[in-house]
């Protein structure tokens, strides 16, 4: 997948701070990816998501990828290029664009939110307008709970909706999939954690529909293994 | 390798000739390899160690020390709590250039002061990298309290990680060091040990917290230091020696980038006689707590034939810092318990709370009672907590009164609020909700006298400094009130001082938690008119 290795190179870059013991905005960075594999219907299923930031405490470059190989090919992948502002002391608010490399090479406008809500929910929000003018949002939360100081449970969920049907690719209009989920991790280090997760994935109205009539069923348990790091 | 304090007189002409007091003395920042606790990794020295050598001037004397700067970035030394001209207070970008790799820079200055001092770095996060050492002042006429021997204590703390690293790693992730944050076993174990009527407090307060976003366990910002007594780890044992039936001075200087130290010596009084360098009215204390750049000054009676051990324990007791007094080297004492760690609690401290901004929102979920303290530094207390009739003595800010009145006893012209502000989850601290880098000067007016205030509406103690001008610290003492460099200022408090404006040009007003002050708890100060 090449537009990430571009991507993650254009992060390599240095941190300074400035000769007198106080700063400007310098620069820092931030790189969290996941790496994780389940077997699917007798099917060996990879997937990855990764996403990091570039920048001061008030303007950063963000980027996100996310996707799902199966037999050496990609399911879905997409790949975000965000520019983030600070709007208030949990939140960023994001404007960007979005590619999808599979399943057909759409490319979104972007505008989002992202932060900590109350009770330490990492919220990440957004909204996108595809070229062809479909309107889809997406909404994702994850929490954390510690077993030890290295062993954490995390439980998330991730909600996709769509104002429009779009048969062509299985999509009914309103909530289409979500997905409830837990991963436990073991931070050997913080850079390095392995994990497990399990995440139950039901699709609704139109789609369940859609995907009824593909699969016979309109919802999946998996189970995954995994690594984390965070650079 | 192991790094002693050089305490030694670095120009020995000025114990000779005492009407010739102008000293010349040569100092040269580079970098060093340093062991500490085994792993070794580049500091920066000066003259080749950490601490680098101990200064000792006398009032009177005009001073003048060359710095070279033989590093391959720009460097500093700012002489911390030192009233002198603006151009020689050594902060790059406020009160001078800095010093360019390769370049000498010569400070001049006149000591008009006594007492104990430090000085340090102020080019980036040098003074983490090890760029400190004492300052000793002796007074032109003798201190009001006797004593025949002393010894400099400087506690500071050493990361077996690079400072720009921890900062990048705190930016990554603000809790990216704390590994004692609580876990659901401990809630579990707080719900069964509460009686029945309070099982809904501990579901209540834990989702306070969480609805604030705040950490009970964030009380330090980076654990994993090896705390050091004049350069050496508690296996080390730095030693002071006494001879039987001695007074001997302690110079405890708290050197520390990021650490705070609570300081004992079982089975010692300790008589506190100076604070900031200044005499005191003498307290008799079991124990203090040091802010990072504040010095005290304690005057101890060791019996002979007894070993005693100076006992520093950080503020997160996530370790101690340990040196030992006897009358022969090599010798040491039992070496006391930690204690638990503390955690913040929002129990009862009812001060002011109305006005944080941080603290508005618990009003929401119906917990009024709620300031943080640190439950385990009710001892700090500022009246709001009795001291307890047979506990320790603990000195706090309440009980410090100056020798003799401060000059200028005018009421202030006016006041200047400062909020301390922050962001624990970006990792960046503010004044008034503003970094240093947006922020513009503060404008004082020379010969005018400012009340600042300062409240702290973040979970951390912030040690405040400002440079180049005295605080007169408003503990109730009046005329008597204690001057300060350093003013500490914990969670949910507010503290006054006034400030006499005699001093002209460009100042530095800072957190001296490296990384706060790094991040943007920092102004520079504009002291407009008067003659420079
Ligand atoms: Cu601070």
């Known amino acids: ?231 | 390798m192991r790094f002693k304090l050089a305490g030694l007189l670095i120009a020995t002409s000025s114990l000779i000739a005492p009407a010739a007091l102008a000293d010349v003395y040569n100092l040269e920042i580079d970098q060093f390899e340093r062991t500490v606790d085994g792993e070794t990794l580049t500091g920066v020295s000066i003259n080749g160690t950490s601490p680098g050598p101990l200064l000792r001037l006398r009032e009177g004397e005009d001073v003048t020390i060359n710095v070279t700067n033989t590093l391959d970035v720009d460097t500093s030394l700012h002489w911390h709590g030192i009233i002198l001209d603006a151009g020689m207070d050594g902060v790059p970008g406020i009160s001078f250039d800095g010093i360019a790799p390769g370049e000498t820079y010569t400070y001049n200055f006149t000591a008009n002061q006594s007492g104990t001092y430090w000085y340090h770095g102020h080019s980036a996060l040098q003074e983490q990298e090890g760029v400190f050492a004492p300052i000793i002042i002796e007074p032109a006429k003798p201190d009001p309290f006797e004593y025949d021997r002393e010894h400099v204590i400087i506690l500071a703390d050493w990361l077996n990680d690079s400072p720009y690293k921890a900062l990048a790693n705190l930016k990554k992730r603000s809790n990216y060091y704390n590994y004692n944050r609580r876990t659901v076993f401990d809630f579990w174990r707080d719900w069964r040990n509460a009686d029945r009527g309070e099982k809904t407090d501990v579901i209540q307060e834990r989702l306070a917290w969480g609805r604030m976003r705040m950490d009970p366990t964030d009380i330090v910002d980076i654990t994993g230091y090896s705390f050091l007594v004049n350069g050496e780890t508690p296996e080390d044992n730095w030693s002071g020696l006494f001879e039987a039936g001695e007074k001997v001075r302690l110079r405890f200087i708290n050197a520390a980038a990021m650490t705070y130290f609570d300081v004992k010596i079982p089975g010692l009084k300790m008589t506190v006689v100076q604070a900031d360098g200044q005499n005191i009215e003498p307290v008799s204390v079991d124990e203090f707590p040091i802010a990072i750049a504040e010095t005290f000054d304690v005057i101890v009676e060791p019996e002979a034939g007894q070993s005693y051990t100076i006992f520093a324990a950080a503020k997160d007791r996530s370790g101690y810092a340990r040196g030992t007094l006897s009358e022969t080297p090599g010798t040491e004492a039992a070496i006391p318990e930690l204690g638990p760690r503390p955690e913040l609690t929002m129990a009862a401290m009812g001060e002011d709370h109305d006005s944080h901004g941080a603290m508005a929102e618990s009003e929401a979920v119906g917990i009024d009672e709620m300031t943080m303290n640190m439950s385990g530094d009710a001892h700090r207390g500022h009246g709001e907590m009795p001291a307890m009739e047979h506990g320790p003595k603990v000195l706090s800010y309440d009980d410090l009164r100056a020798l003799t009145p401060y000059t200028d006893r005018r009421a202030p012209d006016r006041e200047v609020e400062l909020r301390l502000t922050g962001n624990m989850e970006r990792y960046f601290w503010s004044i008034n909700d503003v970094k240093f880098g947006d922020a513009g000067p503060l404008e004082f007016n020379y010969g005018e006298r400012v009340r600042i205030t300062f409240k702290n509406e973040t979970m951390m103690e912030h040690p405040m400094h400002l440079h180049g001008l005295w605080m007169d610290l408003l503990n109730g003492e009046g005329d008597m009130a204690p001057r300060k460099h350093t003013i500490n200022i914990r969670p949910g408090e507010t503290i006054s001082a006034d400030v006499t404006v005699d001093a002209t040009g460009s100042w530095a007003f800072h957190c001296h938690i490296l990384q706060h002050a790094a991040t943007g708890m920092f102004r520079q100060v504009n002291v407009i008119g008067g003659v420079q």
Do not use: H
């Open chain 1, 1 to 231: 997948m090449k537009s990430k290795i571009l991507i993650v190179g254009a992060l390599a870059m240095a941190t300074a701070l400035p000769a007198l013991a106080a700063e400007g905005d310098p620069v820092y960075n931030y790189t969290l990816a996941e790496a994780d594999i389940a077997e699917i219907d007798d099917e060996t299923v990879g997937a990855f998501d990764a996403q990091g930031w570039v920048g001061g405490d008030y303007n950063r470059f963000w980027w996100k990828t996310g996707g799902e190989f199966a037999d050496g090919d990609f399911d879905d992948a997409e790949v975000q290029a965000l520019y983030s502002r600070y709007i208030s002391k949990f939140w960023d608010a994001q404007i960007g664009v979005r590619y999808d490399l599979e399943s057909k090479g759409e490319t979104y406008g972007v505008i989002g939110l992202q932060g900590l809500a109350p009770y330490f929910f990492e919220v990440d929000a957004a909204a996108f307008v595809s070229s062809s003018g479909d309107v889809s949002a997406r909404f994702e939360a994850t929490g954390e709970l510690l077993f030890t100081q290295r062993l954490i449970l995390e439980p998330g969920i991730a909600l996709d909706f769509y104002a429009e049907d779009d048969p062509s690719r299985q999509i009914g209009s309103g909530l289409s999939t979500a997905e409830y989920g837990a991963q436990l991790r073991y931070e050997l280090t913080r850079e390095f954690a392995p994990y497990v997760a399990l995440t139950y994935e039901e699709a609704y109205g139109d789609t369940a529909y859609f995907q009824r009539l593909e699969t016979g069923s309109a919802n999946r348990t998996i189970f995954k293994v995994g690594i984390r790091t965070m650079f």
